[in-house]
């Protein structure tokens, strides 16, 4: 019903920045938020950040909270996640997701392909 697709991925060096994008189509009515997750090889799938569309508020995680932004464009039902500062433990593919406001962090409904990031020292 909801279909996200993640862009802006890519390679660079440590200190740099990357913007990633996901735009979502479909039936996204009863998807509140949006946010987005990483994976790294050998973890666990890791909460990012999430925005609310209803409300002004959004959520990032201790591990990117002054380097990564989310900020999202309503008319184009897109959100964003600016990274800067970028370490290369930030390397992972990184996941568009969406979902009610209230489970956003913990259980999405929707997700998106991933795109990766490679940050290299």
């Known amino acids: 019903q909801v279909q996200l697709v993640e862009s802006g991925g890519g390679s660079v060096q440590a200190g740099g920045s990357l913007r990633l994008s996901c735009a979502a189509s479909?039936?996204?009515?009863?998807?509140?938020?949006m946010g987005w997750f990483r994976q790294a090889p050998g973890k666990e799938r890791e909460f990012v950040a999430a925005i609310s569309w209803i409300r002004d508020s959004t959520h990032t995680a201790a591990s990117v909270k002054g380097r990564f932004t989310i900020s999202r464009d309503n008319a184009k039902n897109t959100v964003y996640l600016q990274m800067n500062s970028l370490k290369p433990e930030d390397t992972a593919v990184y996941y568009c997701?969406?979902?009610?406001?209230?489970?956003?962090?913990?259980?999405?409904?929707?997700w998106g392909q991933g795109t990766q990031v490679t940050v290299s020292s």
């Open positions: 997701a969406a979902g009610g406001e209230g489970a956003i962090t913990r259980s999405p409904d929707y």
């Open positions: 479909g039936r996204t009515f009863n998807s509140n938020a």
